[in-house]
């Protein structure tokens, strides 16, 4: 079983940067992909980025070039580094790691 724990989020203006980071306890953290994933005030939720166990990653249109994502397998972490926010990255961002998934961590980003 894996438990994921989200952080980082909070308010900030726009043009400006967070760091989330999402903790793992389990034996399938290293060896899985992770993605973060975003939802929005009454929107579904949407696929933002993935790393792969091996370090590959991917990105949603909407936020490649602005956002990054990496892992830290020794600490069993993930992180979504955020620049350049806007409004529209307003959501709680969830990460998932081997079908399971954390609690999510809101990210508010003012005009």
């Known amino acids: 079983q894996v438990q994921l724990v989200e952080s980082g989020g909070g308010l900030v203006q726009a043009g400006g940067s967070l760091r989330l980071s999402c903790a793992a306890s389990g034996s399938t953290f290293s060896i899985s992909a992770v993605g973060w994933y975003r939802q929005a005030p009454g929107k579904g939720r949407e696929w933002v980025a993935s790393v792969g166990s091996g370090g590959s990653t991917r990105y949603a249109d909407s936020v490649k070039g602005r956002f990054t994502i990496s892992r830290d397998s020794t600490k069993n972490t993930a992180y979504l580094q955020m620049n350049s926010l806007t409004p529209e990255d307003t959501a709680v961002y969830y990460c998932?790691?081997?079908?399971?998934w954390g609690q999510g961590t809101q990210v508010t980003v003012s005009p």
């Open positions: 998932s790691n081997a079908g399971y």
